[in-house]
């Protein structure tokens, strides 16, 4: 059973903002949400991570809800290098700091 | 600096033979973890070790398998290879299981034909 659950695809156009969103509607108290990209024939490459507070760094921020059913990635200013799939991911601390991927929203930016 | 590497980077077997794939964490990286991604789904977690012992396993059957060796490089074991084994293997490592970024491998591709 996917923990999380995004959109297949979506669309931007270079240098405009990107909001990926992502539904965990299980998640518990101690699980972290996560996510990461992949390039084409590259593994995933780490993003950003949070809790319960929001979350800034250099690529990119993390909004949570405040129930924590859902979050949302935030690309300021897409560009074509990140055009790729971007996973929304459960790091589960209970059961061993396992990590369970969605399915990943592939990202295409539009010159 | 190194990042992870994985080997081989591709492999073809047929149904029912076993297979053994490497990788090697990032210098100084306690933790692996396997995941197998099939195609057009994301990744699913395998294994989880640390410190040569096993500190987590996912929804896989017996068949799967793996160790992590004192210098922290872990291998994947699969036996008795079904058409669905087909996949990307990947391997993360970290610095320790509380960590929270884990550094992937490009993977490898395994066929089973």
């Known amino acids: 059973d996917a923990k999380t659950t995004q959109p297949n695809s979506m669309e931007s156009n270079e240098e405009e903002p990107v909001h990926l969103p992502c539904n965990h509607s299980t998640i518990s108290g101690t699980d972290y949400i996560h996510w990461y990209r992949q390039l084409p024939s590259q593994g995933p490459e780490y993003v950003i991570h949070?809790?319960?507070s929001n979350v800034n760094n250099r690529m990119a921020s993390l909004a949570i809800a405040e129930d924590r059913k859902s979050s949302t990635l935030i690309l300021h200013r897409a560009t074509l290098r990140d055009a790729a799939v971007y996973y929304c991911?459960?790091?589960?601390?209970?059961?061993?700091?396992?990590?369970?991927f969605g399915t990943g929203t592939s990202l295409t930016v539009i010159p | 600096d190194a990042g992870v590497t994985q080997s081989p980077t591709h492999l073809i077997k047929t149904r029912g033979q076993h297979v053994t794939l490497r990788c090697s964490p990032i210098s100084g990286h306690k933790s692996v973890s396997w995941y197998q991604q099939v195609l057009g789904q994301g990744p699913q977690f395998i294994f989880q070790y640390y410190e040569k012992e096993e500190r987590g396993r996912g929804n896989f059957p017996d068949r799967f398998s793996a160790r992590q060796f004192p210098n922290y490089s872990s291998e994947l074991n699969v036996n008795a290879l079904l058409l669905g084994d087909s996949a990307l293997y990947l391997c993360?490592?970290?610095?320790?299981?509380?960590?929270?970024?884990?550094?992937f491998g490009p993977g490898t591709r395994l066929t089973v034909l």
């Open positions: 991911i459960l790091r589960v601390v209970n059961t061993g700091n396992q990590f369970y």
């Open positions: 993360a490592s970290s610095l320790d299981v509380r960590y929270n970024e884990q550094f």
């Open positions: 949070g809790l319960t």
